[in-house]
């Protein structure tokens, strides 16, 4: 009789009292949101107004009362000592699956992954960034420790990133006025894009250097002053011929080429690039864009040399700008690779010109040649193949330590990693990521570069193989149509490697057909004419004639009525085109149609 009432948690509510419940709990939702709208100003105060705000009000109150009813009998739950052990026993089954998920998972990435690590390592193939990284050399001779190498790094770093670089080697003392020599522009600062153009060989084009000349002479207005005209170029006060006026223009640069002449007799060139950073992705490559302006600046001048009859003076830096796509040879970094090829195909220009127009003689001719002979590209696509490998072990490695930097992993794959942002998890999402899942990730990315983008490249043969890069290609496209969790990071990888293999292919057969070329015009200054085959080249104008890269055969070559030659490969869709060069609608050139083209302008 005088028993004390049960706590309303522990109290067995059964049947009506949930309803009971529960309707209390609508009734007041549902007046109170119907009293507060009464408030609102410009609420609906017509009949025909209230049917829509009182549906509206009765389906919030139904959700809200069935929320805090089912809260409501969750937390009394925990009062109960044989549901609390069931929740118990329930959270623990949730755990033993989870830990069973994530083991599975770790383990399935990590078995696939060594599975087909250890089968490729036992036929010679190597998947870490330490195997590609160039040996140290000895820093007196070392081509990119020279002084101005040293103080153009440190202009442009600064001082906390130059010591990233040099370490300890060269200490600033306080110093801080770091001037930057390579600094070389064939336009003024900021006036990328709106200056004159070059010729083109392989369009067949000339540069016209009194575009160049009304460029360096026309001043140009400052920004901050518009009535006050500046020139960053030395002028003379007069106009002279154009290759001249190209040439007092560009002598502001003469101590700092003849600086790197010299430096570039040195035996070993490494720059001090942080391979052992725990983020390949982010080594700092601050010299290759110096690297190339160079090579813009030695072109104009040996352009503008040749058409004043300065053959040496041409040959000279022709031979320089040839010397220095060299220096970075050794790197393992595929854009390193790539700034190479653009650096000869900018250095082939004068060459062809002076071809054009008949104005290097036979030694000259010898010696451009032994020039073009050491570059070799079909090795260096395979150093550039490993060492996308090294840095996607390396990327891996990383991501599975941290892998909240996905979010900041998508601005390293172009166009197609941004487009895929979306589907990349946030922060707190990416460290529930199984590790297993990011091994499965860099087991399908190695797996498309050793069965398709490395043996595209055939060294023994020296051949590429477009098929074999197509047929990557739509491998890939299959396999990343639709996005999981094992290829998320082989679509943000991979897409634009057919299109590098594209660069060394067309590369190479940069130098294979300017060293035909130059034969042609040794056999020429001995003969008085081009020769109607080019079987008879060897052995006398050229060791050896190379053959077309693309299928292995000899280059096509024709003599035609002008007097010319037309010398091409069958290019990258492997077809005679009968020797025409494919352009875009845009008309620029396109790689992927059309020939291979060597040819001069009709006389």
């Known amino acids: 009789m005088n028993e004390k009432p049960k706590s309303i948690w522990k109290k067995s509510w059964a049947g009506l009292h949930w309803l009971r419940a529960w309707l209390m709990v609508v009734a007041a939702t549902f007046f109170t949101i119907l009293i507060v709208t009464l408030f609102i100003p410009d609420g609906p105060r017509h009949f025909s107004d209230w049917w829509p705000a009182l549906v509206f009000t009765l389906v919030v109150s139904v959700v809200v009362a069935t929320v805090f009813v089912g809260l409501w009998a969750f937390i009394r739950s925990f009062f109960c000592w044989r549901n609390f052990r069931r929740l118990l026993f329930g959270a623990a089954c949730l755990a033993t699956l989870i830990a069973l998920f994530y083991a599975e998972e770790d383990w399935r990435g990590w078995h696939t992954w060594n599975k087909f690590k250890q089968e490729w390592e036992a036929k010679g193939e190597h998947f870490d960034f330490a195997s590609v990284v160039p040996p140290p050399v000895p820093d007196e001779q070392n081509f990119a420790l020279v002084p101005i190498w040293v103080e153009s790094i440190k202009a442009t770093l600064g001082p906390k990133n130059s010591r990233l670089w040099f370490g300890d080697k060269f200490p600033d003392n306080g110093r801080t006025n770091f001037t930057d020599r390579l600094a070389l522009d064939i336009v003024r600062n900021n006036d990328w894009g709106s200056g004159p153009t070059n010729g083109n060989w392989a369009k067949g084009t000339i540069t016209d250097l009194k575009s160049w000349q009304a460029y360096y002479r026309a001043p140009a207005q400052t920004d901050r002053n518009p009535a006050i005209a500046t020139n960053e170029f030395p002028i003379a006060s007069q106009p002279q011929s154009p290759a001249e006026d190209v040439l007092l223009a560009l002598s502001k640069y003469d101590p700092a080429i003849e600086e790197l002449r010299e430096a570039s007799r040195l035996s070993y060139s490494r720059f001090p690039l942080e391979y052992e950073k725990d983020d390949p992705a982010a080594i700092l490559l601050p010299h290759l864009a110096k690297l190339k302006r160079c090579s813009q600046v030695l072109q104009l001048r040996a352009i503008a040399e040749l058409q004043k009859g300065q053959t040496e003076k041409a040959l000279a830096d022709a031979k320089l700008a040839l010397q220095l796509t060299g220096k970075i040879r050794t790197e393992p970094c595929l854009i390193s690779h790539l700034v190479r090829i653009a650096m000869l195909q900018i250095m082939l220009q004068p060459v062809w010109e002076g071809l054009a127009e008949h104005k290097w003689s036979d030694e000259q001719l010898v010696a451009l040649d032994a020039e073009l002979a050491k570059l070799d590209f079909l090795p260096d696509y395979k150093l550039g193949m490993h060492s996308e490998l090294g840095f996607q072990g ?210």
């Open 394 to 603: 390396s990327e891996m490695d990383r991501l599975r330590r941290h892998p909240e930097c996905l979010q900041d992993f998508w601005a390293l794959g172009g166009d197609e990693a941004k487009s895929s942002k979306r589907l990349l998890p946030g922060k707190i999402a990416a460290r529930l990521i199984p590790p297993g899942w990011f091994y499965q990730n860099q087991f399908r990315c190695a797996r498309m570069m050793v069965d398709y983008y490395l043996p595209l490249a055939d060294v023994n043969q020296g051949t590429f193989s477009p098929a074999l890069a197509r047929r990557g290609d739509a491998a890939l496209t299959a396999e990343i149509k639709s996005v999981s969790p094992f290829n998320m990071l082989e679509k943000l990888m991979l897409p634009a490697l057919g299109n590098a293999a594209k660069k060394f292919a067309a590369g190479q057969n940069s130098v294979n057909l300017a060293r035909v070329a130059i034969a042609l015009e040794r056999y020429r200054l001995a003969h008085g004419e081009y020769p109607e085959s080019l079987a008879v080249l060897s052995p006398q104008f050229i060791a050896k004639l190379p053959h077309d890269i693309i299928n292995d055969q000899p280059l096509h070559y024709r003599r035609t009525s002008d007097g010319q030659f037309v010398l091409y490969s069958v290019g990258w869709n492997g077809t005679d085109d009968g020797g025409e060069v494919g352009f875009t609608k845009g008309g620029s050139m396109d790689v992927n149609t059309g020939d291979w083209v060597w040819r001069y302008p009709s006389k």
